[in-house]
């Protein structure tokens, strides 16, 4: 997760255009230097760019798996554009379908907790290892044969262009993603109207609502991304939308998922009841690992 001076970044300025430029400096975004931070705030930039109205703006661009559930004092979510793909891939040297395809004692790569505990729940006679580094060094890891795959967000490599990198996509109903994956979190200062006002002409709502939910859940187990759990919303028809999650040891062990339903118009609500459901079920040392994460 990243720290706090990571989260406040750098301040890079968006080419004045016409309709703004005439009046005080350009907007400002916030971002890290990685070559994914940067795609990523540039996807927001073209978005205001479209959408822009006369005025100074700060803001801030997160991947939304990465920022903590409990919100910064001062800011808020000003926007949340259309989600990509949430799911994870698994990238290697040669094409794969799947897990499947990997052989007994085969070495994957993740640096994500949630990732370690599915794999070795899905296929415990692999040998999961960690990993660091962005995304491009992972890549070259897994071409390179040092691993013989790696797990990574869909989405990072659509952003970088990496599209064709995504060997084998994993199911969504058994690999479950991290809470916000795929969806950029925009931050400002919750009393700059002007900015709340600029940044919500890309706001996605679909994606928000999923977000919320999504966020919610992670609140409800303490907040904390490092956290072996996972949790997805989607809408089902014009009725109800539907959360389905899991929660295990570090290990994947005493995995517990669940699944459930509920009205439109609350998607906190699923998000806290799919945790608590989880909690009731997990077992002491599942419930143990919570609690010292809620207390770190």
């Given at each position: ?22 009046e ?5 975004l ?16 073209d978005?205001?760019a ?6 100074r ?16 004092s001062g800011l808020?979510?000003?926007a949340v ?59 070259h ?36 993603p ?5 969806c ?27 977000l ?22 989607s ?8 959360i389905q ?33 989880l ?18």
């Amino acid at each position: 997760m990243p720290t706090d001076a990571e989260r406040s970044g750098s301040s890079r300025p968006l080419p004045a255009t016409d309709a703004g430029s005439a009046e005080g400096p350009p907007v400002r975004l916030a971002t890290r230097q990685s070559a994914l931070a940067l795609a990523q705030t540039r996807l927001v930039a073209d978005a205001l760019a479209e959408a822009w109205l006369a005025g100074r703006a700060d803001l801030a661009v997160h991947s939304a798996k990465d920022l903590p559930a409990v919100q910064v004092s001062g800011l808020v979510l000003a926007a949340v554009p259309e989600r990509a793909d949430p799911r994870d891939v698994l990238v290697a040297r040669q094409p794969l379908s799947g897990l499947d395809d990997l052989q007994p004692g085969a070495s994957v790569g993740t640096g994500s907790p949630r990732r370690v505990a599915l794999l070795r729940w899905l296929r415990p006679d692999l040998e999961v290892l960690p990993i660091r580094g962005n995304v491009d060094t992972r890549l070259h890891k897994a071409r390179s044969g040092e691993f013989d795959a790696v797990v990574l967000a869909a989405a990072g490599l659509d952003r970088l262009g990496l599209g064709d990198e995504l060997t084998a996509p994993l199911d969504p109903e058994l690999f479950t993603p991290a809470p916000g994956q795929g969806c950029l979190a925009v931050e400002a200062r919750e009393d700059d109207t002007r900015v709340l006002g600029l940044a919500s002409a890309i706001t996605h709502r679909p994606s928000r609502v999923a977000l919320r939910a999504e966020r919610a859940f992670l609140a409800t187990l303490g907040g904390s991304c490092t956290l072996p759990a996972g949790a997805i919303l989607s809408r089902r028809g014009d009725s109800h939308l539907e959360i389905q999650g899991f929660l295990s040891a570090a290990d994947g062990k005493g995995l517990v998922r669940e699944r459930l339903a509920g009205p439109l118009d609350d998607p906190e609500s699923l998000g806290q009841v799919l945790a608590t459901r989880l909690l009731d079920a997990c077992t002491p040392q599942v419930r143990a690992l919570v609690e010292s994460v809620r207390l770190a």
